[in-house]
């Protein structure tokens, strides 16, 4: 069996009128994250590390934040046409482990809707994808809540032979 491992991270600022959304869902909070597109940190660090093991690159050369075109994208969007050119290369998703850094606000009570919404854009069940959250113990711009991030891990497995005619 051919098996792939990609790792993926981003970071945004927490920062005021902006919607707070992780795994694609939208989290009460005061404050959002920053960013081009909806700044879905989680998805954002799934989708680069599902593009690391495929050494495909990264979001940014896919979704480059100069574009016009991903404003305000919902990264739940995004991650479908990833997950697109991933079984288009013959390869699937055997599991992901993920982890979000926030001081605030709690995020337990969001994680299952966070691993159903992801699973069902990945066409896999919400079993194969872990969600974590922790608190950066206020320290870094993380623990002084200027900002949330995330780390994912994504093991691929492949499924079939590259189609490689043109």
């Not at 940190?41 to 495909?56: E, K, N, P």
């Not at 991030?149 to 093991?155: F, K, Q, S």
């Given at each position: 069996?051919?098996?792939?491992?990609?790792?993926?991270?981003?970071?945004h600022r927490l920062v005021e009128n902006r919607a707070l959304i992780l795994g694609?869902?939208?989290?009460?909070?005061?404050?959002?994250?920053?960013?081009?597109?909806?700044?879905?940190?989680?998805?954002?660090?799934?989708?680069?590390?599902?593009?690391?093991?495929?050494?495909?690159?990264?979001?940014?050369?896919?979704?480059?934040?100069?574009?016009?075109?991903?404003?305000?994208a919902d990264s739940l969007m995004l991650l479908e046409q990833v997950h697109q050119?991933?079984?288009?290369?013959?390869?699937?998703?055997?599991?992901?482990?993920?982890?979000?850094?926030?001081?605030?606000?709690?995020?337990?009570?969001?994680?299952?809707?966070?691993?159903?919404?992801?699973?069902?854009?990945?066409?896999?069940?919400?079993?194969?994808?872990s969600v974590k959250a922790t608190t950066n113990e206020k320290l870094g711009a993380?623990?002084?809540?200027?900002?949330?991030?995330?780390?994912?891990?994504?093991?691929?497995?492949?499924?079939?032979?590259?189609?490689?005619?043109?």
């Amino acid at each position: 069996m051919e098996i792939r491992i990609g790792n993926g991270y981003d970071i945004h600022r927490l920062v005021e009128n902006r919607a707070l959304i992780l795994g694609g869902v939208e989290i009460p909070h005061t404050l959002g994250l920053l960013g081009h597109s909806d700044a879905d940190v989680l998805t954002h660090a799934i989708m680069d590390a599902m593009l690391g093991a495929l050494s495909l690159g990264d979001i940014g050369h896919y979704f480059p934040p100069t574009d016009p075109k991903w404003q305000g994208a919902d990264s739940l969007m995004l991650l479908e046409q990833v997950h697109q050119m991933i079984g288009s290369q013959g390869w699937r998703i055997n599991n992901i482990d993920s982890t979000v850094v926030a001081e605030r606000p709690k995020l337990k009570p969001h994680i299952k809707a966070m691993r159903d919404r992801l699973a069902r854009i990945l066409q896999i069940d919400s079993s194969l994808i872990s969600v974590k959250a922790t608190t950066n113990e206020k320290l870094g711009a993380v623990g002084k809540e200027e900002g949330i991030c995330a780390y994912a891990v994504v093991l691929l497995v492949k499924t079939s032979i590259k189609n490689t005619n043109h």
